[in-house]
């Protein structure tokens, strides 16, 4: 089993930064992406961006140039650096981790609040 815990959401104003963190832990074996999702209320939930095992990253459009993904291979864990934030980011982030299988898992959300 796979454990995957979230930290660092928050509540900032516009054109603010926060820092998110994931770390898996548990049967940590051929960890493949791991990425951000989000939703936002009355929303579907959305891509933000993943990061391979290799370091290739994708993003969604609306956070280019304004979010950045990294993770520590060593740690199992990703990060999610946002910056200029915008009240329209505002959600719960979920962090999420693919495995070779294929299995997947989702954090359990950390709430980000963006105030105009």
Same mark, same amino acid.
């Given at each position: 089993?796979?454990?995957?815990?979230?930290? &660092?959401?928050?509540?900032?104003?516009?054109?603010?930064?926060?820092?998110?963190?994931?770390? %898996? #832990? &548990? #049967?940590? =074996?051929?960890?493949? %992406?791991? *990425?951000?999702?989000?939703?936002?209320?009355?929303?579907?939930?959305?891509?933000? %961006?993943?990061?391979? @095992?290799?370091? @290739?990253?994708?993003? %969604?459009?609306?956070?280019?140039?304004? =979010?950045?993904?990294?993770?520590?291979?060593?740690?199992?864990?990703? /990060?999610?650096?946002?910056?200029?934030?915008?009240?329209?980011?505002?959600?719960? /982030?979920?962090?999420?981790?693919? =495995?070779? *299988?294929? /299995?997947?898992?989702? *954090?359990? &959300?950390?709430?980000?609040?963006? @105030? #105009?």
């Amino acid at each position: 089993q796979v454990q995957l815990v979230e930290s &660092g959401g928050g509540l900032v104003q516009a054109g603010g930064s926060l820092r998110l963190s994931c770390a %898996a #832990s &548990g #049967s940590i =074996f051929r960890l493949n %992406a791991m *990425g951000w999702y989000r939703q936002a209320p009355g929303k579907q939930r959305e891509l933000v %961006a993943t990061i391979g @095992s290799d370091g @290739s990253t994708n993003y %969604a459009d609306f956070v280019k140039g304004r =979010f950045t993904i990294a993770r520590e291979n060593a740690k199992n864990t990703v /990060y999610l650096q946002m910056n200029s934030l915008k009240p329209e980011d505002t959600a719960v /982030y979920y962090c999420h981790a693919n =495995f070779v *299988g294929p /299995y997947n898992y989702w *954090g359990q &959300g950390t709430q980000v609040t963006v @105030s #105009s």
